[in-house]
C-alpha cells in the first residue's frame, strides 16, 4: 500500500501521536464479563453473555459473528447505544482506565465523537436525509468542541470530506446524501467518525452493503487513515476472511458468547472450537482462497470443490443461448422532454451447458439481473435471441411458451420477499403444480413431501407459513417450489446472497447436489466471486451491461485475462492471506 | 425546486377543471326550476324570468354555462346572488372571517398536537404517552358539533367564560371557542401522528449515528428527531385544510358565524345555486391552493422531493 | 504494516482462546421447530389483539351497538315515536322515562335505542361501497401502472380535491328522500379516493415481492397474480384504514343530518335529535347528553379498534 493521505489536525494541541510512540502497555479498551439482555413480551433475552475483550492503542480487532451472534450488540454497548429495551445486566467496560458502565447522560455524551467514534454499517440509511452532508460533519466539529469561525469549520468540513477520499469536497459538502451512491456516503460516515479525532473508532460492517471493489477501496483507505492518526479500530463483521485481512486480533462470537479468540493469523490456520472450525470451511472469500492455494501447490482440489467438474465437455450441448442479447431502457427524466435510454444489457452472448453451472458476476448496475429476467421471459429484449434447446423463445406461440415456463425457473435472492406471507408452505409448493394442472389433489400433495425430501426439510414444514422460517429455510422453499415442475434449468438470482455464512455453504451444497442428482442446468446471478468458485463451471463476469470475461472457473481465477477481473479477484476479501490447505 | 413547482402547477390545472366541473354539475342537475320558485307566493312575470334567465344564462347548455361560470371565476365577475348581491360582495366579506378561524384552528393544532405527540413519542409506553393516546381517540370520535355544542353549553352558558356566538363581526375572542373546536380532531390526528414518527425515527439508523457523534440529546430531537418527524405532518396539514373548510361549515352554523361556511349553509338552505356553487368552489380553490402551498413547503422540509 | 502485523507476540489478554465445547454447544444450523402449531400472519395477529385489553373493550362496545341496532325493542318496551305525548313534553328522568322526555314527550332512552341503527346501517354501508369501489380502483391503479394508473389516478385527485361533506351537502340538498341507503350512497360517491390512494400504494409496494416475480415466472395470468397474490397482501392497510372510516362515516352522517339535510327527519337518529335538542340548549342541555353520549361511544368502538387491529398487523409493529 502506497498512498499516503496528508493529515491535518483540527486542534493544535491534540495533535495525534504516532502509535509506535504510544505507550503500549495498558490496553485502550478493556471489556470484561460483559452481559446485556433486552426485556421482550415473552421474557428477557441474553443478547451477550460474559463478553472479554481489549484493544491497544492504534490496535486493530475484529468481532465476527453471523446475525444474532451480539456482535453489535457489544460494540454499541460501548457507546450506550443499543437499540429498545437493550441494557447492560453486568460487566465491566473500561476505557483509558475510565469505567464506561453507569456514565452519566452528559458523561456520554462527551466522550462520543471525540473518544469514541462510529462508522455505522447502512450507508443508505444513516446520513440524515433532510441535510447537506457538509452540515452533518459540521454538527459533529461543533458537538466535540471544534474552537473556530463559521468559514474556518467550512474548511475544516472540506478537509476532512478529502481526507476521507471525496474528490471536490467543498461542493460535495453542499449537496444532500441522495445525490450520491452508496461508497461515497460512506466515505462522509468515516468522515464524521473520524472528524474529532477519537482513539478508537467502531467500524460496525461498515462495507457489507457496498460492491466488493468499492469495498476494498474503502477498507484500504481507512486502514491507511487510521493507522497515520494513530487510531484503534474495532471491527465488526460477518466476513472472518475480511476481518482477517484487517485485524491482528480475531474475536469469534456465536449466540453472544466468544466461541475463540487470538492472534488473526493463529484462529484462521488452526481454529480450535467446532464453531470456529466450520466458519473457517465455509467462508466463500476463505474457500476459494483454499482452492487457489490448492492449485498453485499443484494439488488436485477435487475434494475441496463441491463437485464441479474442472472440463465441460465438448459433446454436452448448450440448454440456453443468449445471442446479442440486448435490453434498453426508456427512461423519463424529472424535466419534460427530458428522456434518455439506459442500455442496461449490451449485446451479450453466452451458452449454459445441460447440466453445468454458468455464473454471472457482476456489481451492481451491471445489467446481470435484467439478463436473467431476460432469459426467465419476464423481460422482453429489445434486441437479440434467446434460445432454448435451439428454439427461439420470442417465435414460440403462447402455448409453447407457457409449457417453456415449467422448464425454466427462478430462485430470488431476498428470502423474505420471496415467498407469498399469506400462503402457507404448501400452498407455495403446490401452486405451480396447480397451475399447470399437473396430477390430482393427492398425488400433488405426494409430489410436496417428495420436494421437501429433496431440500432436507421435515415434511411437517408444509403446515407452517414463511414467518416462522429462518431465512435458510425459506430458501429451501422457494427451490423446493423452483423444483416442482421438474424443469431443467434453474436461475438463481443471487440465491444465497442474503444468508449467514454456515447457512450459505449448506444451500451451496444442497444445490451442487441436486445438481448431480437431477441434471439440473444453473444460471447463477451473483456479485461475489468467491461464491462463484464454490459452484460454477463457467463464468461470465459482466460490466456496464457487456460481457468483459468468458471462460471456465479455473481459467478466470487462475488467469484473468481483464484488468477488471483482476480487480474483482484482488477485492474479494482474505485475498492477500496465507492459508494453510 | 423551479421544475418540481411548475410540474406542481401543471397538475393542479386539470384537478381544478374537473373538481369546478363537478360541482358545477351537481348543482346543475338539481331538479326544479330555480328562477321560478323566486318572488314568493306570486311568482315573477314570464318576461322577467326570461329576462333572469338570459343573465344567468340558464337557457343555454350546460357546458356553455360551464364555460360562463369558469370565466366568471378568473374576471372575478362571480354573477349576483338571486336577490341581487354581487357574489364576489359575499365571498370578500365571508372569506377573512373563515380564514382567521381557520388559521386560528391550525395553529392551535399544529402547535399543541406537534408538541404533545413529540412529548409523548419520546415517552413512548411511558404513563403520558398512554394517557395522551386514549385522550386523543376520544377526541377523534367527538363529532366537531358535539365538541361545540358540549363547549357552548359548559364554557360558554354555565361557566359564562366565553361567547356562546360570535355573531356578525367577530373578534379575537368570540373566535376562540370555535377556533378550539374546529381545531380538536385534526389536533389529535396531528398529535398521533407525530408520535408515531417520532417513535419511528428516534429508531432510525441516522439518530443513532448522530448520537455517536456526540450530539447533546436536545440537539439530536430538535435537528434529527423532530425535523424529520415533520414532514408527514405536513402532508397531514394539507389534507386537514380540507376539513377545516368543510369543519368550518358545522362549526359556522353552530356558532352563527358569516363566513364562508355559514354562508354556504344558508345557500343550501335556500337553494341558491349560484351561491353554492360559488362558496363550493371557493372552498375548493383555497383547498387547492392551500395543497400547492403545503407541498412547497414539503419540498423545503425533504430536499429528496425536489429531485422526485 | 499488514505484511508484519502477524508477526508480532499477542499482548496480555489477547492469546488464544476456545470456549469449552460444553460452554457453548453448535447445534443443527437451521432446524425447524415443529412442535407448535403453525402461525399464518392473521392467525398471529389475532393472537397479538388478543393480549390486547383495548381489543376487548372496544369489540365489546361494537358488539352493544350492534345488537341494539338490531334488536332495539328488546331492550324498551317504549317506542320511539308512537308513544309520545306532547303533555309529557320535557319530563325529567323518573322510573319511567329513564332518561327523561325530550321536547316532543318522546322517551329519551327509547329514541337513542332506536337512533343506533341509523347510524350503524349508513357507517356499514358507506364503508362496504367505499372498499369495493376504493380497492377497485386503486388496486387496477397500482397493478396495471402506465396510462391507467395515471388516468385514475388523476380522476382520484379530482374527487380527492372536493372534500367529501361538501359534496355530500352539496347533493344531498338535491336528493328528494335520504334514506340511509340514499346517505350512504352520497357519502361513498366522493368518500372513496382515500382508501384508493391506500390501495394504491400497498399495491405497489406488494407487487414488486419476489414472490409476485416467481408467479409471473409461473406462467400465471397478471390478474389471477393481482387477484391471488397482491390483493391478499395489500389486504391489512385497507382493513385497518376501514375500521376507522366506519367511525368517521357515521359521525359525517350525524353531522349531516343535525345540520338538517342527512337523514329525513322521519328516521330516528342521533344526529336528528340532537338537531331537536339544540333549540333548548340553554334551558334543557341535558337532552342532548344522551344521543351524543351514544354517538361518541359507538365511534369511539370502532376507532378504538381500528387502533388495535393497525398494530396487530403492522409489519414494522409486529417485528419488534
Not at chain 3, 30 to 46: H, L
Not at chain 3, 214 to 232: D, Q, Y
Not at chain 3, 248 to 267: C, N
Amino acid at each position: 500500500m502506497t498512498t499516503t493521505i496528508s493529515l491535518t489536525d483540527g486542534s493544535t494541541e491534540d495533535a495525534p501521536v504516532p502509535a509506535e510512540k504510544r505507550e503500549d502497555g495498558s490496553p485502550l479498551l478493556e471489556i470484561r464479563d460483559l452481559q446485556i439482555s433486552f426485556t421482550t413480551a415473552t421474557g428477557t433475552v441474553d443478547a451477550v453473555r460474559g463478553v472479554d475483550l481489549s484493544v491497544y492503542p492504534g490496535q486493530s480487532v475484529a468481532i465476527v459473528g453471523e446475525s444474532g451472534s451480539g456482535k453489535s450488540t457489544t460494540a454499541h454497548a460501548i457507546i450506550d447505544l443499543l437499540p429498545g429495551t437493550g441494557k447492560v445486566t453486568g460487566g465491566s467496560i473500561t476505557f483509558g482506565g475510565r469505567e464506561l458502565v453507569g456514565l452519566n447522560r452528559k458523561e456520554t455524551e462527551d466522550l462520543r465523537g471525540s473518544e469514541i467514534g462510529l462508522v455505522p454499517q447502512d450507508p443508505m440509511s444513516n446520513l440524515n436525509p433532510v441535510w447537506r452532508i457538509g452540515t452533518q460533519i459540521d454538527e459533529a466539529l461543533v458537538a466535540n468542541g471544534f474552537q473556530g469561525s463559521k468559514a474556518e469549520r467550512t474548511a475544516r468540513v472540506a478537509e476532512l470530506l478529502g481526507e476521507a477520499g471525496l474528490p471536490d469536497a467543498t461542493r460535495r459538502a453542499r449537496q444532500y446524501p441522495h445525490e450520491f451512491s452508496g461508497g461515497i456516503r460512506q466515505r462522509a460516515l468515516i468522515a464524521i467518525g473520524l472528524a474529532s479525532r477519537p482513539k478508537l473508532l467502531i467500524a460496525d460492517e461498515p462495507t457489507s452493503a457496498l460492491d466488493v471493489t468499492v469495498q476494498k477501496k474503502i477498507l484500504d483507505h481507512l486502514e491507511v487513515l487510521t493507522a497515520e492518526l494513530g487510531t484503534a479500530v474495532l471491527f465488526i463483521t460477518h466476513d472472518l476472511g475480511l476481518a482477517a485481512e484487517r485485524a491482528e486480533h480475531l474475536i469469534v462470537m456465536y449466540k453472544g458468547k466468544i466461541v475463540e479468540s487470538g492472534p488473526a493469523a493463529q484462529i484462521l490456520q488452526d481454529p480450535q472450537h467446532e464453531y470456529t472450525k466450520r466458519l473457517v470451511a465455509s467462508a466463500p472469500s476463505l474457500a476459494s482462497r483454499r482452492i487457489q492455494s490448492a492449485h498453485e501447490r499443484g494439488t488436485e482440489a477435487a475434494d475441496l470443490l463441491a463437485g464441479h467438474a474442472d472440463e465441460v465437455e465438448a459433446t454436452v450441448s448448450d440448454v440456453v443461448v443468449a445471442k446479442d442479447l440486448t435490453k434498453v431502457f426508456h427512461i423519463r427524466g424529472s424535466r419534460p422532454g427530458a428522456h434518455s435510454d439506459f442500455t442496461a444489457v449490451d449485446g451479450i452472448d453466452f451458452a449454459l451447458p445441460k447440466g453445468h453451472t454458468l455464473a454471472l458476476v457482476g456489481e451492481s448496475g451491471s445489467g446481470k439481473s435484467t439478463a436473467a429476467n431476460m432469459v426467465l421471459g419476464l423481460l422482453e429484449p429489445t434486441s437479440g435471441t434467446v434460445l432454448f434447446d435451439g428454439k427461439d423463445v420470442a417465435k414460440m406461440s403462447r402455448k409453447e411458451q407457457f409449457a417453456l415456463r415449467r422448464r425454466v425457473q427462478p430462485v430470488f435472492q431476498n428470502p423474505y420477499g420471496s415467498l407469498d406471507p399469506t400462503y402457507s408452505v404448501f400452498r407455495s409448493i403446490e401452486e405451480p403444480l396447480a397451475l399447470h394442472r399437473v396430477g390430482d389433489r393427492k398425488s400433488r400433495e405426494a409430489r410436496v413431501r417428495d420436494l421437501l425430501d429433496m431440500v432436507s426439510l421435515p415434511q411437517a414444514t408444509m403446515r407452517r407459513f414463511p414467518n416462522e422460517l429462518s431465512g435458510g429455510q425459506r430458501q429451501r422453499i422457494a427451490i423446493a417450489r423452483a423444483l416442482a415442475l421438474e424443469p431443467e434449468v434453474l436461475v438463481l438470482d443471487e440465491a444465497v446472497s442474503a444468508l449467514d455464512v454456515l447457512v450459505q455453504a449448506q444451500i451451496l451444497t444442497l444445490l451442487n447436489d441436486l445438481q448431480a442428482e437431477l441434471g439440473l442446468s444453473y444460471l447463477f446471478i451473483t456479485h461475489d466471486l468467491a461464491v462463484v468458485r464454490q459452484i460454477a463451471d463457467l463464468v461470465a463476469v459482466m460490466k456496464d451491461g457487456s460481457i468483459v470475461e468468458h471462460a471456465t472457473t479455473d481459467e478466470v481465477f487462475d488467469n484473468p485475462q481483464q484488468q477488471y477481473t483482476q480487480d474483482l479477484l484482488a477485492a474479494i476479501p482474505g485475498a492477500s492471506l496465507e492459508i494453510g490447505g | 425546486m423551479l421544475w418540481y413547482l411548475g410540474r406542481r402547477l401543471l397538475q393542479v390545472i386539470p384537478v381544478f377543471l374537473g373538481a369546478t366541473l363537478l360541482l358545477y354539475a351537481l348543482v346543475f342537475l338539481r331538479p326544479g326550476d330555480p328562477v321560478a320558485g323566486l318572488g314568493g307566493e306570486r311568482g315573477l312575470p314570464e318576461a322577467v324570468q326570461q329576462q333572469i334567465r338570459a343573465q344567468f344564462h340558464l337557457d343555454q347548455p350546460f357546458f356553455v354555462q360551464y364555460l360562463y361560470y369558469l370565466k366568471g371565476i378568473f374576471t372575478f365577475d362571480l354573477g349576483d346572488t338571486f336577490t341581487g348581491r354581487p357574489v364576489a360582495e359575499v365571498v370578500v366579506e365571508a372569506l377573512p372571517i373563515t380564514f382567521q378561524l381557520a388559521l386560528m384552528a391550525l395553529a392551535i393544532e399544529t402547535i399543541f398536537g406537534i408538541g404533545f405527540g413529540l412529548f409523548a413519542g419520546m415517552r413512548k409506553g411511558k404513563f403520558f404517552d398512554s394517557s395522551v393516546l386514549v385522550l386523543s381517540l376520544l377526541l377523534i370520535a367527538l363529532p366537531t358539533f358535539v365538541t361545540g355544542l358540549v363547549l357552548q353549553i359548559v364554557v360558554g352558558v354555565r361557566l359564562d367564560w366565553l361567547p356562546v356566538t360570535a355573531g356578525r363581526d367577530p373578534d379575537f375572542i368570540s373566535l376562540l371557542m370555535p377556533a378550539v373546536v374546529l381545531a380538536t380532531t385534526s389536533f389529535a390526528q396531528i398529535l398521533r401522528l407525530t408520535r408515531t414518527s417520532v417513535i419511528e425515527n428516534v429508531t432510525a439508523d441516522f439518530v443513532r449515528t448522530a448520537r455517536a457523534k456526540g450530539l447533546s440529546r436536545d440537539k439530536v430531537t430538535s435537528r434529527h428527531v423532530l425535523r424529520n418527524s415533520l414532514i408527514p405532518v405536513v402532508t397531514f396539514i394539507g389534507v386537514d385544510l380540507g376539513n377545516l373548510m368543510t369543519g368550518s361549515i358545522v362549526v359556522e352554523g353552530i356558532f352563527n358565524i358569516r363566513g364562508v361556511g355559514g354562508t354556504l349553509f344558508e345557500a343550501i338552505q335556500r337553494g341558491e345555486s349560484v351561491t353554492i356553487v360559488t362558496m363550493s368552489t371557493v372552498i375548493v380553490l383555497v383547498y387547492i391552493v392551500a395543497n400547492l402551498l403545503v407541498d412547497l413547503l414539503y419540498a423545503v422540509l425533504d430536499p429528496r422531493i425536489r429531485y422526485a | 504494516m499488514p505484511e508484519n502485523r502477524y508477526d508480532k507476540a499477542p499482548r496480555p489478554g489477547q492469546g488464544h482462546f476456545v470456549a469449552a465445547p460444553e460452554d457453548v454447544t453448535v447445534g443443527v444450523v437451521d432446524a425447524v421447530s415443529v412442535d407448535e402449531a403453525p402461525t399464518s400472519m392473521w392467525r398471529e395477529a389475532w393472537r397479538d389483539m388478543s393480549h390486547r385489553p383495548l381489543f376487548w373493550i372496544s369489540a365489546f362496545m361494537i358488539l352493544v351497538v350492534v345488537v341494539i341496532s338490531i334488536v332495539p325493542g328488546a331492550f324498551t318496551s317504549l317506542l320511539p315515536r308512537s308513544g309520545c305525548e306532547l303533555g309529557s313534553s320535557l319530563l325529567p328522568p323518573s322510573s319511567e322515562h329513564i332518561f327523561g322526555t325530550d321536547r316532543n314527550g318522546c322517551d329519551i332512552y327509547a329514541r337513542t335505542l332506536f337512533g343506533a341503527r341509523a347510524s350503524v346501517l349508513v357507517g356499514v354501508l358507506t364503508t362496504s361501497f367505499v372498499v369495493v369501489l376504493g380497492t377497485t380502483i386503486g388496486a387496477i391503479a397500482g397493478y396495471y401502472g402506465g396510462w391507467t394508473d395515471t388516468i385514475l389516478s388523476r380522476i382520484t385527485d379530482v374527487f380527492f380535491a372536493v372534500p367529501f361533506v361538501l359534496a355530500a351537502i352539496v347533493i344531498l340538498s338535491i336528493v328528494p328522500t335520504r334514506t340511509s341507503l340514499a346517505v350512504a350512497l352520497v357519502l361513498a360517491s366522493f368518500g372513496w379516493t382515500t382508501i384508493a390512494r391506500i390501495t394504491r400504494g400497498a399495491v405497489l409496494s406488494v407487487k414488486n415481492n419476489e414472490f409476485v416475480t416467481a408467479s409471473k415466472a409461473l406462467g400465471m395470468s397478471r390478474a389471477a397474480i393481482l387477484w391471488r397474490h397482491v390483493l391478499p397482501n395489500s389486504a391489512a392497510p385497507i382493513i385497518v384504514y376501514s375500521t376507522v372510516a366506519l367511525g368517521t362515516f357515521i359521525v359525517a352522517e350525524a353531522t349531516l343530518t343535525f345540520l338538517g339535510i342527512g337523514l329525513d327527519p322521519s328516521t330516528v337518529s342521533w344526529g336528528g335529535d340532537l338537531s331537536t335538542g339544540r333549540s333548548s340548549i340553554r334551558t334543557n342541555p341535558d337532552i342532548m347528553f344522551y344521543p351524543a353520549a351514544a354517538l361518541a361511544f359507538t365511534v369511539l368502538g370502532f376507532i378504538m379498534m381500528g387502533d388495535v387491529v393497525r398494530d396487530a398487523l403492522d409489519p414494522k409493529a409486529r417485528k419488534r
